[in-house]
C-alpha cells in the first residue's frame, strides 16, 4: 500500500487530525532519510573526584575550616587572608611505609607468626637503608602485629632516640574488594566490611597534610603491611582504592610518600629494595 493510499484511508476511518499522526506515526520508514533519530537513554554522572583532584582530600584545605562572620568591602579581604593563613600548612609531610620483614607462614596466631633468619636480615638492611639516607626521623608508627613489631625492633636500632608508637589502626587485613577479583584469595564480606573501615581510619588518621603549627618538615616511619601500604598509596594519590591489589610489595620494601603543604600528594618511591641483594628479595 502506498504512502497517500494508507493516508487517505486513516483520515477517512478516524476523520481527524489525531488520526493523521497516527498514520504518519506508522507508514513513515525509520530508515527515511528525514527519520528523527532513536532516542538515547541518559548518561550516568560522573562519580565525584573522579578526573580531577579532590584539593579538600583530607579535610584541612584553609577556606573549608574558616567561618567568616558578615563583613563589609573595607575589612573583608584582610579578614579572610588572615584566617586563611592561620589555618595554612607550612611544613613537608615525609612519609615512609616499611612492609615488615619475612615471617613464618606455619604460624597459627598473630605470636607464632614470628620472623625467619632471612627476615631479620631484611630487616637490618631496611634500618641500614633508612639511616643512611640522612634524615632525622621524628617518629616510628608500628602495626602491633608481632612481625611489624619484630621488624620494628631491628630497624629502630639504626634510628636510635626516634620514638615508637604501637597501633591497632596499622593491622593487615582486607581493605575493599580488588578489581579485578582474585580467585585464590577471597575474604568474606563481613572482613571487608570490618577491616576496610579499620584502614580507612588509618588512612585518615596518620595521611594528611601539616598541621598549620607545624614549622619544619617532619619525617616519619610507618612500618606495617603490604594491603594497607598499598590501598593508601591509591588512597592518598586518589586513583581508585579497588587497584590496590595489582601492586607487588617486597618483604622488607620502603614506599615513599610527599604530602605538601598545599596538599598536593607525591609518591617518591613504591616498594623500594633495590639496597638487597637479589638473593635476600621476597614477597611473602
Known amino acids: 500500500m ?3 493510499r494508507a493516508l487517505r484511508l486513516a483520515c477517512g476511518l478516524a476523520g481527524g487530525s489525531a488520526a493523521l499522526l497516527t498514520a504518519v ?6 530508515w527515511a532519510a528525514d527519520a528523527e533519530p532513536a532516542p538515547t537513554a541518559p548518561k550516568a554522572p560522573e562519580p565525584p573526584g573522579r578526573g580531577g583532584w579532590d584539593n579538600n582530600w583530607d579535610r584541612r584545605e584553609p577556606l573549608s575550616l574558616i567561618k567568616l562572620r558578615k563583613r563589609n568591602e573595607e575589612t573583608g579581604e584582610e579578614e579572610l587572608a588572615s584566617k586563611l593563613n592561620k589555618h595554612k600548612a607550612k611544613a613537608t609531610r615525609h612519609i615512609f611505609l616499611v612492609r615488615h620483614s619475612q615471617y613464618n607462614l606455619d604460624g597459627r596466631a598473630d605470636t607464632d607468626r614470628t620472623l625467619t633468619v632471612l627476615g631479620r636480615e631484611q630487616a637490618e638492611m631496611t634500618g641500614q637503608r ?23 625492633e631491628i630497624i629502630s636500632k639504626y634510628l636510635p632516640g626516634v620514638k615508637k608508637t604501637s597501633t591497632d589502626l596499622l593491622r593487615e587485613g582486607a581493605p575493599i574488594p580488588p578489581d579485578p577479583p582474585i580467585s585464590h584469595w577471597k575474604p568474606d564480606a563481613v572482613q571487608y566490611y570490618e577491616d576496610g573501615a579499620r584502614i580507612e581510619a588509618a588512612f585518615r588518621r596518620f595521611i594528611h597534610r601539616a598541621d598549620a603549627k607545624q614549622e619544619k618538615d617532619s619525617y616519619e616511619v610507618f612500618i606495617c603491611h603490604a594491603n ?29 610518600l610527599v604530602i605538601h603543604p598545599n596538599g598536593r600528594v607525591a609518591l617518591r618511591v613504591l616498594g623500594e629494595t633495590g639496597f638487597m641483594p637479589p638473593g635476600k628479595i621476597t614477597r611473602t
Open 2 to 4: 502506498s504512502f497517500r
Open 25 to 30: 506515526a506508522v507508514v513513515k520508514k525509520p
Open 130 to 152: 633508612l639511616a643512611c639516607m640522612g634524615f632525622k626521623y621524628d617518629q616510628i608508627v608500628h602495626s602491633s602485629m608481632t612481625r611489624a613489631t619484630e621488624t620494628t
Open 228 to 256: 594497607v601500604i598499598r590501598y593508601i598509596v591509591c588512597r592518598a594519590l586518589q586513583f581508585p582504592p579497588e587497584g590496590w591489589l595489582r601492586m607487588s610489595l617486597n618483604n622488607g620494601s620502603i614506599t615513599y
